[in-house]
């Protein structure tokens, strides 16, 4: 026997629900009337042991050919890249360089430290990380305020 429900209600696994004429909660077939909410199939066993079953609603796309609206490969742009730029100092230390780049980039290593603060040292300058623009705006600003030289620039021009 398939019939809508209107409201919620709770089944137990040994709760048998058998409604009197004129209750509150009394099956209806079709749309709920009062709540604009769809009937729910449900088979309801005869009296005894055992709990109504639920059957799994059938949900149906609007547009066909499209996947969903909220689809998140189709809607979120990549941000493009920013390379995080250390600049050379006359005045820091080398361990304090290493120090603070390991203390403000995420996952940094200290080799990677070390090999960034080499390149800063004897080249001028080092890329540091290369991130959204964002992180690598928080990045530069967190290695100026630990008293080093860092810039950010586009990583899609250069070499």
């Given at each position: ?45 005869g009296p ?82 290369i991130c959204?623009?964002a992180d ?24």
């Open positions: 026997m398939e019939t809508a429900i209107c409201g919620k209600l709770a089944l137990s696994p040994n709760h048998v629900f058998n409604p009197k004429p004129g209750d509150k909660h009394s099956l209806s077939k079709g749309p709920c009337p009062n709540l604009g909410i769809p009937p729910m199939a449900v088979a309801a066993p005894g042991k055992g709990a109504g079953l639920l059957e799994r609603p059938v949900i149906e796309r609007t547009t066909p050919g499209r996947d969903s609206e909220f689809d998140v490969r189709k809607s979120r742009k990549t941000a493009p890249p920013y390379r995080v730029i250390l600049h050379n100092d006359n005045f820091n230390k080398r361990e304090y360089v290493v120090q603070v780049l390991m203390k403000v980039i995420p996952g940094m290593t200290l080799d990677n430290a070390v090999n960034i603060m080499q390149e800063a040292h004897y080249n001028g300058l080092s890329v540091v990380i959204a623009q690598a705006e928080d990045h530069c600003m967190q290695l100026r305020g630990n008293g080093l030289l860092s810039s950010i620039e586009p990583a899609s021009g250069g070499c």
